[in-house]
């Protein structure tokens, strides 16, 4: 089975912290996404990345960043957290050809104070 | 910009009841599309993915249809049980195969 393991469940974060959400896949994926759920907003991309070491803004990048410096690895990184960002974040990978299907982690649950 | 749109936004039905989940797309030159349940609390688990040139894909009581050309698909659960209950979300390519945008999902509730 394929598995994208996400470091945490659930965070408690204090505003102004540097926060690291880390995600690894284990199927040799190319692609990997992180999102953002929020009540009646749904999932929106913040970043993704089709290789190591590139990385494509998605539709609300501002206030993060990743790294993506091995295949398997995506961080998503909260340079200055702040009370907006507090939210559901869900990692996904999935590969370049083919059969593209997209497999998601078990999320993590950040709570900014 | 691909839009994604499911209605109903909720659901309730008796257990054992058929029913069927709809998602609209507005482009329709996609290059598939992709079912996803969500529990509360937890992440997705994808249920079927349809290429483009499938016109639909069953897995166990789940069967999706796709119809590109109207930009549209179906989610058909058949026999509901309580375990049923969870959010359906559907998602389609942004372009080429990746990166997806999701629809808002419905949330089922299935009663004993």
């Known amino acids: 089975d394929v598995k994208v393991t996400q470091s945490s469940r659930y965070l408690v974060k204090r505003t102004g912290e540097k926060v690291f959400l880390e995600c690894v896949q284990d199927m040799d994926h190319e692609n990997m996404f992180w999102y953002r759920q929020d009540p009646g907003l749904g999932l929106r991309l913040i970043y993704f990345s089709y290789d190591v070491k590139m990385k494509e803004k998605g539709d609300i990048p501002e206030g993060y960043s990743v790294s993506r410096e091995k295949k398997e690895r995506f961080s998503l990184i909260l340079e200055s957290a702040s009370t907006n960002q507090t939210s559901m974040y869900l990692c996904?990978?999935?590969?370049?050809?083919?059969?593209?299907?997209?497999?998601f982690g078990q999320g993590t649950r950040l709570t900014v104070v | 910009k691909q839009e994604v749109t499911q209605i109903p936004a909720a659901l309730s039905v008796p257990e054992g009841e058929n029913l069927v989940l709809n998602c609209s797309f507005t482009?329709?030159?996609?290059?598939?599309l992709q079912w996803f349940r969500q529990d509360p609390g937890k992440g997705l688990t994808s249920l079927l993915l349809?290429?483009?040139?499938?016109r639909e894909q069953t897995s166990g009581r789940l069967n999706a249809s796709l119809d590109k050309s109207s930009g549209r698909s179906t989610l058909y659960i058949a026999a509901s049980q309580p375990g049923d209950s969870a959010t359906y979300l559907c998602?389609?390519?942004?372009?080429?195969?990746?990166?997806?945008?999701f629809g808002k999902g419905t949330r089922l509730s299935v009663i004993a």
């Open positions: 998602a389609v390519p942004n372009s080429g195969n990746t990166p997806l945008v």
């Open positions: 482009d329709s030159a996609i290059y598939n």
């Open positions: 996904a990978s999935s590969p370049a050809q083919g059969d593209t299907e997209a497999f």
């Open positions: 349809i290429q483009s040139s499938q």
